[in-house]
Nanobody, 120 residues
């Protein structure tokens, strides 16, 4: 079984910063990619940022230059540093891992989500 545990969400004023963390654990053979998605009320889930084991990163245009994704491969952990936060960044943020479990096929796994609220 594979688990993704997120932490670091909360409330922050516009212009502030937050750092999200997500640790993958359990029956993992190898991780190809890890990333963050978000879903605001009434909207579809969207990609925020992702990174591959080879170091490639992708960002949504709306967060480019404000958010930074990083990864500690040895700890199966991915981080999202969010700076210059805006009210439109308010959403539930979900960690995603594209990985090979010890038993079974490569697939996506999801965390439980962490709320980020940006307001004054």
């Amino acid at each position: 079984q594979v688990q993704l545990v997120e932490s670091g969400g909360g409330w922050v004023q516009p212009g502030g910063s937050l750092r999200l963390s997500c640790a993958a654990s359990g029956s993992i053979y190898s991780i190809y990619g890890m990333g963050w998605y978000r879903q605001a009320p009434g909207k579809q889930r969207e990609l925020v940022a992702r990174t591959t084991s080879g170091g490639r990163t992708d960002y949504a245009d709306s967060v480019q230059g404000r958010f930074t994704i990083s990864r500690e491969n040895a700890k199966n952990t991915v981080y999202l540093q969010m700076n210059s936060l805006k009210p439109e960044d308010t959403a539930v943020y979900y960690c995603n891992a594209d990985l090979f479990p010890l038993y079974g096929s490569r697939r996506d796994y999801w965390g439980q989500g962490t709320q980020v609220t940006v307001s004054s």
